[in-house]
């Protein structure tokens, strides 16, 4: 994987190696807990999950990297700042690639969330 968002983000040092990794050990699992089971055991599917997962954990390094570094120069009243890539559109890119692998958590979850104090729970499949 971490070849894989070096290649995406075309870094060529090891510089960010341990920041990368650091982002795939708390994306990764939690990114795969939303997709379907059947999908995981297909290996025809896995390039195209493992891209997108590899998109959004690229945009979440540059999100981090953009927050630790900002670039301004100041003289005077006047500020100049760079302007550095945002990872919104890796991150986007990456979700559209694994919405059709994903859990469809259904209307009974939504309710059972927003029911209130007092009233019964009420499902849509009408349990």
Partial sequence: ???????ILNLTTNT?????ENIIDMYEKPLLLT???????NLSAYPIIYTGLAEIMAGEF?????????DT???SS????????????LIEQGEEKLA???CDFGQSEINVLSSTLGE????????
Avoid: C, H, V
């Fill in 16 to 20: 960010y190696d341990t920041a990368i």
């Fill in 1 to 7: 994987m971490l070849s894989q968002i070096k290649l």
């Fill in 62 to 70: 540059l999100n981090s990297l953009n927050r630790e570094e900002i």
């Fill in 73 to 75: 120069i100041s003289i």
């Fill in 100 to 102: 059709p692998f994903k």
């Fill in 35 to 41: 997709l379907k089971g059947e999908y995981l055991q």
């Fill in 78 to 89: 006047t500020s100049i700042s760079t302007t550095k890539p945002s990872g919104a559109d």
């Fill in 120 to 127: 019964g729970l009420e499902f849509e499949n009408g349990n």
